[in-house]
């Protein structure tokens, strides 16, 4: 009965925006960390960026550095995804990952719970 469910997703054109939402169920979020992951057809799931439990240490893939901007509101039991400047490769379908940890992780191993998924399609 404890998930995370992603919300968000859609199609936009290259430069566009999109705010990604993970919602969790059944457990809360403020003893987690958060990650987003991605994955494209063909290519290896990368992890995206990854929000600690306080919300102070933030860490981003290079290829999204100062386009992406994750936050969490645990009083809403939530944590977000903002993607601006979109490109055609951050097409995917996109994951959100909670762990018990203290600290960020791209590595998908520390995460006990994910969600299902939601699509981000970019294209003109």
Same mark, same amino acid.
């Given at each position: 009965?404890?998930?995370?469910?992603?919300? +968000?997703?859609?199609? /936009?054109?290259? +430069? +566009?925006?999109?705010?990604?939402?993970?919602?969790?169920?059944?457990?809360?979020?403020?003893?987690?960390?958060?990650? *987003?992951?991605?994955?494209?057809?063909?290519?290896?799931?990368?992890?995206?960026?990854?929000?600690?439990?306080?919300?102070?240490?933030?860490?981003?893939? !290079?290829?999204?550095?100062?386009?992406?901007? /994750?936050?969490?509101?645990?009083?809403?039991?939530?944590?977000?995804?903002?993607?601006?400047?979109?490109?055609?490769? !951050?097409?995917?379908?996109?994951?959100?990952?909670?762990?018990?940890?203290?600290?960020?992780?791209?590595?998908?191993?520390?995460?006990?719970? *994910?969600?299902?998924?939601?699509? /981000?399609? /970019?294209?003109?």
């Amino acid at each position: 009965q404890s998930q995370l469910v992603e919300s +968000g997703g859609g199609k /936009v054109q290259p +430069g +566009g925006s999109l705010r990604l939402s993970c919602a969790a169920s059944g457990f809360t979020l403020d003893a987690y960390a958060i990650s *987003w992951f991605r994955q494209a057809p063909g290519k290896e799931r990368e992890g995206v960026s990854c929000i600690t439990i306080s919300g102070s240490t933030t860490n981003y893939a !290079d290829s999204v550095k100062g386009r992406f901007t /994750v936050s969490r509101d645990n009083a809403k039991n939530t944590v977000y995804l903002q993607m601006d400047s979109l490109i055609p490769e !951050d097409a995917a379908v996109y994951y959100c990952a909670a762990g018990l940890i203290n600290f960020c992780s791209a590595s998908p191993t520390p995460y006990d719970y *994910w969600g299902q998924g939601t699509q /981000v399609t /970019v294209s003109s």
